[in-house]
């Protein structure tokens, strides 16, 4: 891949002065917005992995010097932080949004973690993971029965 080149062609989408990554998020802050639902937009981090010191060697190449092998081992390796898109607290309901357009591999071990760390902690709450904006109005419908008991009627 050429240097400069983004993975993931989201679009950014400016509504109400916030910077969204992508147009399915801002689709969702219109929706929950539209709703009532309280919520926030990437307000809150979990730590799922405390940071740890690596007390063994580990010789690795350093950036892009071919054959040259750095001790880069007996340092203290950073925590492994998640931030979720949307966090509602509602009525005593309480879940996260995560919307994504393509689930990278990275995004797919930080959800593991995050989930582990929630099992762990036993921390009651549910994940909503739309892509599209038919899922998103899913999820809304799903979260306003959690809040209040809605059904939707046609």
Do not use: W
Request: glycine share 6%; charged share 30%.
């Amino acid at each position: 891949m050429k240097k400069g080149r983004r993975l993931i062609n989201s679009k950014r989408e400016i509504v109400d002065g916030i910077n969204f990554a992508s147009r399915i998020e801002a689709y969702m802050y219109r929706l929950l917005k539209k709703e009532g639902i309280s919520f926030n937009y990437e307000g809150v981090s979990f730590l799922v992995l405390n940071p740890f010191t690596f007390p063994n060697e580990s010789h690795e190449r350093q950036g892009n010097n071919k054959g040259e092998l750095i001790n880069r081992g007996n340092k203290k390796m950073q925590g492994i932080i998640y931030t979720p898109d949307f966090n509602i607290n509602h009525n005593e309901y309480i879940c996260i949004i995560e919307t994504k357009g393509l689930r990278t591999e990275s995004f797919n071990m930080r959800l593991k973690l995050f989930k582990a760390h929630l099992t762990r902690d036993k921390v009651e709450m549910d994940i909503y993971i739309p892509h599209t904006q038919k899922e998103c109005d899913k999820v809304i419908e799903l979260i306003k029965i959690k809040i209040n008991g809605y059904t939707k009627t046609n």
